[in-house]
DNA sequence: ATAGGCTAGGAAATCGATTGCCTAGACGCT
DNA sequence: AGCGTCTAGGCAATCGATTTCCTAGCCTAT
């Protein structure tokens, strides 16, 4: 725990320095812009105008205050502008579960958009409790944040994290379940008819599916859009849908159903890498040879799955990093007057790999 | 591309709402103290006493403030606070590498120290690029943090951000060339020991150890750390240190290497969860058990791989919440005027799994 | 020579909250 | 009754930068 101490600095100026300032040597008190004004011997308004180019003023005189500034290591104080000027150049990013290996794609993907735009990003973890949440919005409006972007895990939609806010949201990765709200999410049924689509072009014709839980969104919507690109072929499911975890224990436990059952597959489209990772171990283990015998396309295309599978395995992208980037640009459009509503779905990308290298 | 359009808003009243607030029904404009301060009928001076607890005031007026503050919604503006204060609560944390899968718990570990204080995190990406960094020490400068915490992969000591600088640092992870700037980090040798003692405690006697490139420093403190705490019980590697990379080809490739070498060895020590898990793989399809044949000890304690490999497998948890968590409790230590300097280093964990049950 | 226009830069208000200082009025004491 | 004390709360300065006026001085044109 942090001792937070408070302690009284009205001691005897031999006393040990009590604060982080005393403790240096020579205390680097902030540089202001009156202090940069005196020294070009001008006023702190012109100053103010000579740094961020407006006004009339000589070039010679615009030259001297920058000069001046330079020499102090003049850095203007944001709280300062912002009060004056009403804008921030800050957003609020809250992840609605933990941070995770999700969102970490995301966060680099809007950080990349913003850092262009010259915005900081404040990042807040709710943890998937709604009280921490609704601290942490409270926290961002007293911020006077320009915008807020809201992330997690893509279960269903999740109800709008607030309204009539007076700054721009948008949902990223997740959606909010106000159509008018602006949400940047990825086409998962295009994910899942491209694998299909990958497998088919293969030439496999008895494909399983084999997934998360039934009640996970992810799940269902990638099931049934994997059904429906079969069946555009006139083809159906070698076997039933297998519902289960998104783990490799599941994966390893329902290539024994496969198996065990009899099912006469050639490949297997699988809800996530870490699935088709434990499929790929199990039915190496059972003396099936992947792609020859069974072809496997995984989903997430998570770096560290895809590259340790053996043999290296396809698998679908969802893009995140451009999620991300997406829904900061979107929101950085809103900040700048011009708002963006609705739901934007941006389709997936297959990497093939040797999994299904014929 | 985000269209950076800042049209003009002078346009007759009809016109499309060309600014957020505008595309509101009604306009939230947010509410200020002297709102506040009106409604409960005092000034704005006694109602921020009100509201902050401090000042002279009737138990009746304070409470008729607060309820009026409730009504309104309001909540005070930081900037002007920290403008009239000195104090933010806002902290940058800069990751000098990319945000990946070290940075997460230590930032999550961070978020929840500094969350207890009420603090907010601006998060800054540097991507190994020294120019990005310096841009963003000066962003958290002018927007006046209160503390830094710099994190990044642990390879060697890394030249402290900035001299001087007129807020404190604390290193996370990462430690600072400079032996009196405050890091925090894991003791590796800690763990090396702790693994070595582990496999001398199952009885195992003929271990090896396979780990990273030899020019990363974690490979050689532990190659080294684990070397003593063999030769402490008088005994030495059963093998010579097999130094790669951080990743499961690496292990299988190894695991290779020590069968062909007729290397008779009971353990293997590995540098990493990754090369661990490979090992095992190549190691199961040479018809070695694990552990009854070989013992196998990995590091990192990253739950997808120590879960994913068969079996589960034993491996040193370096703490990295906890790392994180202590530089957020010591930045907040020097934050409140009691500095904290120099190096500490935090011991790891042993977590032991089937990889190493006898 | 003088009015008008233009330019460069200064003075001061402003953003919103905090805080030190001050005072009106209540109260107590002699 | 008169004086001192204490309390509750108001007033106004302050933080640092921006921005809107405003003006001194210069130039030009008639």
Redesign the pocket.
């Known amino acids: 725990m942090s001792r937070a101490s408070y302690r009284p600095i009205t001691q005897g100026p031999s006393a040990r320095p009590e604060t982080w300032e005393e403790t240096l040597s020579s205390v680097e008190r902030?540089?202001?812009?009156?202090q940069?004004?005196a020294l070009a011997?001008?006023?702190?308004?012109?100053?103010?105008?000579a740094?961020?180019g407006?006004?009339?003023?000589?070039p010679?005189?615009?030259l001297r205050v920058q000069q001046a500034a330079e020499r102090l290591g003049?850095?203007?104080?944001a709280?300062?502008?912002s009060?004056?000027?009403?804008r921030t150049y800050t957003v609020g990013m809250i992840t609605t579960d933990s941070i995770g290996r999700f969102s970490i794609p995301l966060l680099i993907g809007a950080e990349d958009a913003l850092g262009a735009g010259q915005m900081s990003v404040f990042l807040c973890d709710a943890r998937d409790d709604p009280i921490r949440e609704q601290y942490y919005l409270k926290t961002l409006l007293s911020r006077k944040v320009d915008g807020i972007i809201v992330t997690g895990r893509r279960t269903l939609a999740r109800a709008p994290i607030g309204v009539r806010l007076p700054v721009p949201v948008v949902y990223a990765f997740i959606s909010s379940a106000d159509p008018d709200d602006c949400s940047v999410v990825p086409d998962e049924a295009d994910g899942a008819r491209r694998a299909i689509r990958h497998l088919l072009a293969i030439g496999r014709r008895r494909i399983a599916h084999v997934t998360g839980p039934e009640h996970h969104h992810s799940a269902t919507i990638r099931a049934s859009a994997a059904a429906d690109a079969l069946a555009a072929e006139g083809l159906t499911s070698a076997a039933p849908t297998l519902y289960g975890e998104w783990s490799e224990a599941w994966g390893r436990q329902a290539a024994g159903i496969l198996l065990s059952t009899g099912a006469d597959v050639d490949a297997v489209f699988c809800g996530s890498d870490q699935i088709a990772r434990g499929l790929a171990e199990a039915l190496r283990d059972a003396g099936r040879v992947i792609p020859r015998d069974v072809a496997l396309v995984g989903f997430d295309n998570w770096d560290v799955m895809v590259e340790g599978c053996r043999p290296a395995l396809t698998s679908v992208d969802m893009d995140l990093e451009g999620i991300g980037r997406t829904a900061a640009e979107l929101l950085l459009q809103t900040i700048n007057g011009d708002p963006v509503r609705g739901q934007h779905a941006r389709p997936c990308r297959l990497v093939p790999r040797a999994s299904t290298a014929v």
């Not at 003049?74 to 104080?77: C, E, R």
């Not at 009060?83 to 009403?86: F, K, M, R, V």
């Open positions: 902030a540089v202001t812009i009156s940069v004004a011997g001008v006023s702190t308004g012109t100053a103010s105008k740094l961020n407006r006004g009339a003023l000589r010679e005189t615009r003049f850095v203007a104080n709280a300062a502008r009060l004056q000027t009403g």
